[in-house]
Nanobody, 131 residues
C-alpha cells in the first residue's frame, strides 16, 4: 500500500529549527521525486521544496525558504527530510509531502507550482512558529 507519512512538526520560536520527515512505503522510492508543500491558515497550499529521483537528486526551493531550508533523501530509510532553519512566523502551516507522478519522476525533475504533477499525498504535519 502506497503511503507517505509526515512527522517532525511542532511549535518553535522564530529563529528556531525543525526537521520534517516524510517516510514512504509501497513504491520504489529511488525512482520518484518528492515534494514538500505547506498550507497556512486561510491561504492556498504552496510548494516549498522538492527533490527529484535518487538518480538525479535535483532540488528546488521556493524563494522565501532559499538559504534556510534544505531537502534531502535517504534511500536506505526511504525517507525525505526537510531541514528548516531560521524559521519565521510566515513558515507557520501544515506541511505535506507528495510523490511526483511516474512520468515527471522519470524526467528527473520536480515542480513546486503544478500540484497535478503529484499523485499521492501524506496527511500533513503542523508547524507553528510563534514567539
Amino acid at each position: 500500500q502506497l503511503q507517505l507519512v509526515e512527522s517532525g512538526g511542532g511549535t518553535v520560536q522564530p529563529g528556531g529549527s525543525l526537521t520534517l520527515s516524510c517516510a514512504t512505503s509501497g513504491f520504489t522510492f529511488d525512482y520518484y521525486g518528492i515534494g514538500w508543500f505547506r498550507q497556512a491558515p486561510g491561504k492556498e497550499r504552496e510548494g516549498v521544496s522538492c527533490i527529484s529521483s535518487s538518480s538525479g537528486s535535483r532540488t528546488n526551493y521556493e524563494d522565501s525558504v532559499k538559504g534556510r531550508f534544505t531537502i534531502s533523501r535517504d534511500s536506505t530509510k526511504k525517507t525525505v527530510y526537510l531541514q528548516m532553519n531560521n524559521l519565521k512566523l510566515d513558515d507557520t502551516g501544515t506541511y505535506y509531502c507528495a510523490r511526483s507522478r511516474p512520468y515527471y519522476s522519470g524526467l528527473g525533475r520536480c515542480d513546486l507550482v503544478r500540484e497535478d504533477e503529484y499523485d499521492a499525498w501524506g496527511q500533513g504535519t503542523q508547524v507553528i512558529v510563534s514567539s
